[in-house]
C-alpha cells in the first residue's frame, strides 16, 4: 500500500500536506502509510478519505491492503482528481506570480525614486 500511495503521489504530483488537505487525513497518519509504518489497523473509512484524494475508487486502499483486487469505478474519477489538483496548483502560481509582480513593482518603484 505505501508504494501504490507514494507512486500515485508522484504521478499526480500532489505533496503530502495537500494530500492531507484533501483527504482530511492527518500528515502524522498519511507518514505512517508512506513508510509503511502503520502499525495499527486503520479504518475504511480514512482508506476511502485517501483513496478518493488520489482519485481512486472508494475501496482501493483497502482492497491493496488486504490483496484483494481493487474496485472498478467509484470515487471521483481520476480526470476529477487531476483537473482539481491543476487548478489548485493555478491558484498557487497565480498567488506565486502576483507576489513576484508587486516584488519587480516596489524594485522599479525604488530605481525611480532615486
Same mark, same amino acid.
Given at each position: 500500500? @505505501?508504494?501504490?500511495?507514494? %507512486?500515485?503521489?508522484?504521478?499526480?504530483?500532489?505533496?503530502?500536506?495537500? #494530500?492531507? %488537505?484533501?483527504?482530511?487525513?492527518?500528515?502524522?497518519?498519511?507518514?505512517? #502509510?508512506?513508510?509503511?509504518? @502503520?502499525?495499527?489497523? $486503520?479504518?475504511?473509512?480514512?482508506?476511502?478519505?485517501?483513496?478518493?484524494?488520489?482519485?481512486?475508487?472508494?475501496?482501493?486502499?483497502?482492497?491493496?491492503?488486504?490483496?484483494?483486487?481493487?474496485? =472498478?469505478?467509484?470515487?471521483?474519477? @481520476?480526470?476529477?482528481? %487531476? #483537473?482539481?489538483? =491543476?487548478?489548485?496548483?493555478?491558484?498557487? #502560481?497565480?498567488?506565486? =506570480? $502576483?507576489?513576484?509582480?508587486?516584488?519587480? %513593482?516596489?524594485?522599479?518603484?525604488?530605481?525611480?525614486? $532615486?
Amino acid at each position: 500500500m @505505501a508504494n501504490a500511495i507514494n %507512486d500515485r503521489m508522484t504521478e499526480l504530483p500532489l505533496s503530502q500536506k495537500e #494530500l492531507a %488537505d484533501r483527504s482530511g487525513v492527518s500528515v502524522a497518519t498519511l507518514r505512517e #502509510l508512506q513508510h509503511a509504518k @502503520a502499525t495499527r489497523k $486503520r479504518s475504511a473509512r480514512t482508506l476511502a478519505a485517501i483513496s478518493q484524494a488520489l482519485g481512486w475508487p472508494d475501496g482501493y486502499l483497502q482492497a491493496r491492503l488486504t490483496g484483494g483486487a481493487p474496485p =472498478v469505478g467509484g470515487g471521483a474519477t @481520476a480526470s476529477e482528481s %487531476d #483537473l482539481s489538483i =491543476v487548478l489548485a496548483r493555478l491558484d498557487e #502560481l497565480h498567488v506565486e =506570480v $502576483r507576489r513576484l509582480a508587486n516584488a519587480v %513593482d516596489r524594485i522599479a518603484a525604488d530605481g525611480k525614486a $532615486r
